[in-house]
């Protein structure tokens, strides 16, 4: 029987809160985290390629390091490929998304090879994300996912088919998260897979700006951040909502992907260019010392250098203060991946390197353009603290975690005001 944990997630911010989910759960069976485990659990992401080979790196290396440990997989890759996993040494479980909610039941079972438990994504109607008490993945600021699963159809995204449709954690849920929460974090932050699509499903004209109302009215919530929101999710009420709290981080983050209108149409996204601009300006107009962040893809099949150059165009148009910036992976089932015009390895990576280059050149001009200005920290335990538009800084003196300072932002230090 194990007794003892360790967990290790990959990817988005939403695999990070469903790993501290899953720590809950093994927790509350009376297992305790450890160095060295009777079980790992690899909690997996499938968005790349490269995340595939980080997981299958993960295993065989904790079967290296730990060869007597039972190695559990869990996540969108044990959804998409659980056989390949399976046959992987060392492996004693697969569980899918799918699964993901009856980890602690199936681990109690007698396994003697490899056991998969994974079905139909689709079939999944119901939010899963176990009771949270506290951060177990030792993060300052714990992620709390209410939203999951996704019904978009972008022509290059495996997410869907290992995610699901789009659910939500009913309202209530979500409130007494934040409550339990709020005790221990000065900041939390609300994330999934398709955040901005909070509440559409279960009817009644719920939304998210009215979920953060709640929050904001009936929780002791000292900061709430948003993760990732579709660029048509940021309604005029959002970001008049933001704008007007000083409880809601000054983040603004909106996927772009390219900012040629080609490549949009070809990627199926369902907006264009002329509609992200209007959607960032709105939200920088309300609030212009907010942080500005775009994912952006290049090597997109069949993306040419005019195509790119629009892209880098756009980029330098607009008030974005960082980039993330992924280099196209094809991903097996996909339509993009079928495509004939897939673009050289050489060349994406050429433009992710650009585009990086542009992205340090945005996010340096944005921190001189803080330079004297009073920022809101929440303080992460030493000498670190990140302020509420995203930017990191090291305080003059070691601070204890959880806090909420006003400092005066100085490139060389950073004095305390309040």
């Known amino acids: ?38 079980l790992v659990v690899l909690n997996s992401c499938t968005v790349t390629e490269a995340a595939d080979r980080d997981l299958e790196k993960a295993v065989r290396r904790t079967r290296r390091e730990n060869p007597l440990a039972k190695i559990l997989v869990t996540g969108c890759y044990a959804q998409r490929e659980p056989e390949r996993i399976a046959a992987m040494e060392g492996v004693a479980w697969v569980i899918g998304n799918s699964h993901k909610d009856r980890i602690a039941d199936l681990i109690a079972e007698p396994t003697y090879h490899a056991q998969i438990h994974v079905s139909d994504i689709f079939e999944r109607r119901e939010f899963f994300s176990a009771p949270i008490e506290e951060s177990y993945d030792g993060r300052a600021r714990p992620n709390l996912k209410i939203q999951d699963g996704c019904h978009n159809r972008c022509s290059f995204c495996v997410i869907p088919s290992v995610r699901g449709g789009s659910r939500s ?79 809601i981080a000054r983040h603004v983050h909106a996927p772009l992907q390219s900012g040629s209108d080609a490549v949009l149409r070809r990627m199926y996204r369902k907006y264009r260019p002329r509609h992200y601009r209007d959607r960032i300006e709105r939200a920088y107009l309300a609030m212009p010392d907010a942080a500005f962040g775009a994912d952006v893809m290049t090597g997109f099949p069949g993306e040419t250098d005019a195509e790119f150059r629009e892209t880098v165009d756009f980029i330098e ?36 390197r650009v585009l990086r280059a542009l992205s340090d050149r945005l996010t340096q001009r944005f921190h001189e353009r803080q330079r004297g200005r009073t920022l809101s920290v929440v303080t992460l335990g030493g000498t670190r603290a990140l302020s509420s538009n995203y930017i990191p800084v090291e305080l003059s003196a070691p601070r204890e975690p959880q806090r909420l300072l006003d400092v005066m932002y100085r490139p060389a230090a950073l004095r305390v005001v309040s």
């Open 1 to 38: 029987m194990v007794k003892t944990f360790a967990i290790q997630s990959f990817g988005c911010r939403a695999s990070q809160a469903d790993g501290a989910a899953i720590a809950g759960s093994l927790a509350e069976l009376g297992m305790t985290a450890a160095d060295s485990p009777d």
């Open 169 to 247: 954690a009913p309202a209530d849920w979500a409130l007494d998260h934040v409550r339990r929460l709020s005790e221990s974090y000065a900041e939390i932050v609300l994330t999934g897979v398709n955040l901005g699509r909070w509440g559409r499903e279960l009817g009644g004209g719920r939304q998210l700006a009215g979920l953060l109302r709640r929050l904001l009215d009936e929780t002791p919530v000292r900061r709430l951040r948003l993760s990732s929101i579709e660029p048509m999710d940021w309604t005029e009420e959002l970001i008049e909502l933001m704008a007007g709290s000083d409880r």
């Open 317 to 352: 148009s607009l008030p974005l203060t960082y980039l993330h910036v992924f280099t196209y992976s094809e991903r097996p089932g996909t339509r993009a991946a079928d495509s004939p015009a897939q673009v050289p390895m050489e060349v994406r990576r050429e433009r992710t």
